[in-house]
Structures are given as structure tokens and as C-alpha cells.
């Protein structure tokens, strides 16, 4: 059964970054697609991004798009969450997700079966 754990979350000014961190154990991690959603106060859970098996191919929400970046590093089971520009509206909690079906996973939350507890990302003005 695959696990996941989110690090890197924590208090950031507006225009900042940081780093997200998941880390999987369990299954193959280089045969399934990751994904990054979030939950602001008062809101539902949303899609921020997703990355396929191989690292190739990634797919943004509009509102981080130029901002955000996800990358993976197979060798390490690591999926990451780079967030520049940041802006208050990306406060949320943030969870990291496998779909362990597929090899991509888009933005379907349905795909995906494996999820963290997330991190708090604070970011002030």
C-alpha cells in the first residue's frame, strides 16, 4: 500500500517561495502519476497540479500556472512543489496525492487513491 508525506510547508510574505516535498513509500513509484491539490479556509479542495510517471509531461491549474512547478526525482520516490511569486490567496493546506492506477492522472481527483495529510502554507502580506 503506498504512502505519502508532505514537508517544506510553513510561513512565507507575499512574493516568496517555497518548496514542497512528498515523499511516497510503498508500490512503484516511477509507474504512477503524482498530483498537488489544496484547501484554503472556507474552501473546497482543489487541483493545483500533476505530474506523469516518467516527469515528462506536467499539467497546471490557471491560477499557478507560471508560477508553480512540479517536478520528480524517481530514485528518491520524491515528488516536489516549487511555488514562487506567492500570493495570499495561495494560503491553503497543501496535500500531495498518488494515483497509483495511472501512469497520468490529469486532474481527476477520482484517479488518484493515496493522499497525505498535508502541509499548512501561510502566505502574509
Not at 510547508?9 to 513509484?29: E, I, N, P
Request: aromatic content about 12%; overall charge positive.
Amino acid at each position: 500500500q503506498v504512502q505519502v508525506v508532505e514537508s517544506g510547508g510553513g510561513l512565507v510574505q507575499a512574493g516568496g517561495s517555497l518548496r514542497l516535498s512528498c515523499a511516497a513509500s510503498g508500490g512503484t513509484f516511477s509507474s504512477y502519476a503524482m498530483g498537488w491539490f489544496r484547501q484554503g479556509p472556507g474552501k473546497e479542495r482543489e487541483f493545483v497540479s500533476t505530474i506523469n510517471w516518467s516527469g515528462a509531461g506536467t499539467y497546471y491549474a490557471d491560477s499557478v500556472k507560471g508560477r508553480f512547478t512540479t517536478s520528480r526525482d524517481n530514485a528518491k520516490n520524491t515528488v516536489y512543489l516549487q511555488m514562487n511569486s506567492l500570493k495570499p490567496e495561495d494560503t491553503a493546506v497543501y496535500y500531495c496525492a498518488a494515483a497509483t492506477r495511472w501512469g497520468s492522472a490529469g486532474r481527476d481527483y477520482g484517479r488518484y487513491d493515496a493522499w497525505g495529510q498535508g502541509t499548512q502554507v501561510t502566505v502574509s502580506t
